[in-house]
């Protein structure tokens, strides 16, 4: 019989996290306070995060202990499966092995508990008792909302207007783990009722919701501010999934030619990538390819720069691809992938060569999620259908070019809430969104003046 599944024990589980911050062959450029130009520093932060993933955030160690309790909630659904796509492969028919990280096993349904839940565990044992943030798809907002019911802490979601409409099973998700979950923009911050005041319909964007959740956070007695994607500890906590990839590929022979991830702030991508770019940075051959949106081009149309990681300018200025704060990406069904910049951990690494961005438009991306779903089974979530267009497109090539080659990707949620969605491609009623450059010249116009990293 073929093998399908690959599985690590449970005692098998990578006991610490991987901080690439240790192994970059050049140094980061510092986030700015915006008032005085300056580098932030911890103290700054503090009023949004607890100190403890301060540190974390600004550590240059290369290894991270997962603390016991983390482990503990981990295992309910870690170490997550690698699975090898036999039957898309045989549907591509092109020289290529396809392996996958199944992240839509948790409980949630995606990546996101794997910082969800340490987050939630850091902020407890600091002693914060509430926490507020922003969601796109409702990926994250569900997920901080299981990992806070895990640890006995409040929290409140600001989704995206457009997503809190088109997918109104995730709310409930939020409130069956007890979370409130407010769309945005809202009426309850002044970050909300400003952008209300000018555009009553507004879809929101990533950028409005997170302004909305800091200054939640801010004017809330003993509570902080909790990010999905974008921030380095955010991105180190994910990087679990590339370690256990590693060790499993290792157990049947394998290494991969190309690591691909979809990318939206840049976490999942990171977390199936990062252990392969420290390979690459110390000499190994192989490609790295993180997959956007045609209508939110961050990395392959936006330039790198300083701006603001939020439209009400709340954030420090961080360095990292942009198309300008206030960029409201038309309201694709990959919720997830609307956000105006890419962490600036992955956009050193653009910038640096060791990754490759492409982008896809969502026709493409839901016809190769279809396939998928055809093929493979499970039905993936639309972020995740942009990086199975990245895979096809690699399959294609490998194809033409007659070599063979071994893919793996990060399949970084399944989309059972996200049926509308398919609907809407099935019905022939999605547009592919291809953003104009007068759209981006007009966005970069809010960051012309800000520092030049
Ligand atoms: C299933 C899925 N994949 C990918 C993403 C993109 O986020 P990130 O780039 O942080 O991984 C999201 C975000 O919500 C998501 O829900």
């Given at each position: 019989?073929?093998q399908?599944k690959?599985?690590?024990?449970e005692?098998?589980?990578?006991m610490?996290?991987?901080?690439?911050q240790?192994d970059l062959?050049?140094p980061m450029?510092?986030?700015?306070?915006?008032g005085?130009?300056?580098?932030v520093?911890p103290?700054?932060l503090?009023?949004?995060?607890?100190?403890?993933?301060?540190e974390?955030?600004?550590?240059q160690?290369?290894w991270i202990d997962i603390?016991e309790?983390?482990?503990a909630?981990y295992?309910?659904w870690?170490?997550?499966?690698?699975?090898?796509a036999?039957?898309f492969?045989k549907?591509?028919?092109?020289p290529?092995?396809i392996?996958?990280?199944?992240?839509g096993?948790s409980?949630a349904g995606?990546?996101k508990?794997?910082?969800a839940?340490p987050q939630?565990y850091?902020n407890k044992?600091?002693?914060?008792?509430?926490?507020a943030?922003?969601?796109?798809a409702?990926?994250w907002?569900s997920?901080l909302?299981?990992a806070?019911r895990?640890?006995d802490?409040e929290?409140?979601?600001?989704m995206?207007?457009v997503s809190y409409?088109?997918?109104?099973?995730?709310?409930?998700?939020?409130?069956?783990?007890g979370?409130?979950c407010?769309?945005s923009?809202?009426t309850l911050?002044?970050?909300?009722?400003?952008?209300?005041a000018?555009?009553?319909?507004s879809?929101?964007s990533l950028?409005?919701?997170?302004?909305e959740a800091v200054?939640?956070a801010?004017?809330?007695?003993?509570?902080r501010?909790?990010?999905g994607?974008v921030?380095?500890h955010?991105l180190?906590?994910?990087?679990i999934i590339g370690?256990?990839?590693?060790k499993?590929l290792?157990?049947i022979g394998?290494?991969p030619?190309v690591?691909?991830g979809?990318?939206?702030g840049?976490?999942?991508?990171a977390g199936?990538?990062?252990?392969?770019?420290?390979d690459?940075?110390?000499?190994?051959n192989i490609s790295i390819?993180g997959?956007?949106p045609?209508?939110c081009?961050?990395?392959?149309k936006g330039?790198?720069?300083y701006d603001?990681g939020?439209?009400a300018?709340?954030?420090?200025?961080?360095?990292m691809y942009?198309?300008g704060?206030?960029f409201?990406?038309?309201p694709?069904?990959?919720?997830?992938?609307?956000y105006?910049?890419?962490a600036?951990?992955?956009?050193h690494l653009?910038?640096?060569g060791?990754?490759?961005p492409?982008?896809f438009?969502?026709i493409?991306?839901?016809e190769?999620g279809?396939?998928w779903a055809?093929?493979?089974?499970?039905i993936?979530a639309?972020?995740t259908?942009?990086?199975?267009a990245?895979v096809?497109?690699?399959?294609?090539?490998?194809?033409?070019?007659?070599?063979e080659k071994?893919i793996l990707?990060?399949?970084?949620?399944h989309?059972?809430?996200?049926?509308?969605s398919?609907?809407?491609?099935?019905?022939?009623k999605?547009?592919?969104?291809?953003m104009p450059?007068?759209?981006?010249?007009?966005?970069?116009?809010?960051?012309?003046?800000?520092?030049k990293?």
């Amino acid at each position: 019989m073929e093998q399908i599944k690959v599985f690590l024990n449970e005692d098998e589980i990578p006991m610490q996290w991987y901080n690439i911050q240790a192994d970059l062959p050049t140094p980061m450029k510092p986030p700015l306070h915006p008032g005085t130009g300056q580098p932030v520093g911890p103290d700054d932060l503090s009023p949004i995060f607890p100190m403890n993933l301060i540190e974390q955030e600004v550590s240059q160690e290369r290894w991270i202990d997962i603390p016991e309790e983390v482990l503990a909630k981990y295992l309910l659904w870690r170490p997550s499966p690698l699975f090898r796509a036999r039957n898309f492969e045989k549907l591509l028919d092109a020289p290529v092995r396809i392996y996958y990280k199944h992240e839509g096993y948790s409980p949630a349904g995606s990546h996101k508990p794997n910082t969800a839940v340490p987050q939630a565990y850091y902020n407890k044992v600091f002693g914060i008792k509430r926490l507020a943030t922003e969601t796109g798809a409702g990926q994250w907002g569900s997920a901080l909302s299981m990992a806070c019911r895990m640890f006995d802490l409040e929290c409140r979601v600001y989704m995206v207007r457009v997503s809190y409409d088109q997918k109104p099973y995730r709310r409930m998700m939020m409130n069956t783990w007890g979370a409130e979950c407010i769309a945005s923009p809202s009426t309850l911050t002044e970050s909300g009722r400003a952008v209300l005041a000018e555009h009553p319909d507004s879809p929101g964007s990533l950028g409005i919701a997170i302004s909305e959740a800091v200054e939640d956070a801010v004017t809330h007695e003993n509570s902080r501010y909790s990010l999905g994607s974008v921030l380095n500890h955010v991105l180190m906590h994910q990087t679990i999934i590339g370690l256990e990839a590693q060790k499993q590929l290792e157990k049947i022979g394998e290494y991969p030619d190309v690591v691909m991830g979809c990318a939206g702030g840049g976490s999942n991508f990171a977390g199936i990538a990062l252990p392969f770019v420290r390979d690459k940075i110390h000499g190994k051959n192989i490609s790295i390819v993180g997959a956007e949106p045609t209508s939110c081009p961050t990395m392959t149309k936006g330039p790198f720069a300083y701006d603001f990681g939020d439209l009400a300018k709340k954030t420090p200025l961080l360095p990292m691809y942009t198309l300008g704060h206030d960029f409201i990406p038309a309201p694709i069904h990959a919720g997830g992938l609307r956000y105006h910049g890419m962490a600036p951990i992955i956009s050193h690494l653009v910038k640096e060569g060791f990754i490759e961005p492409r982008a896809f438009n969502q026709i493409e991306s839901f016809e190769a999620g279809i396939n998928w779903a055809r093929t493979e089974g499970f039905i993936p979530a639309p972020e995740t259908d942009h990086a199975i267009a990245a895979v096809v497109q690699e399959a294609m090539r490998a194809k033409e070019e007659g070599k063979e080659k071994v893919i793996l990707f990060n399949w970084s949620g399944h989309g059972l809430v996200d049926l509308a969605s398919y609907e809407a491609y099935l019905s022939g009623k999605l547009q592919p969104y291809e953003m104009p450059d007068s759209e981006i010249e007009r966005a970069l116009k809010a960051i012309e003046n800000f520092p030049k990293p």
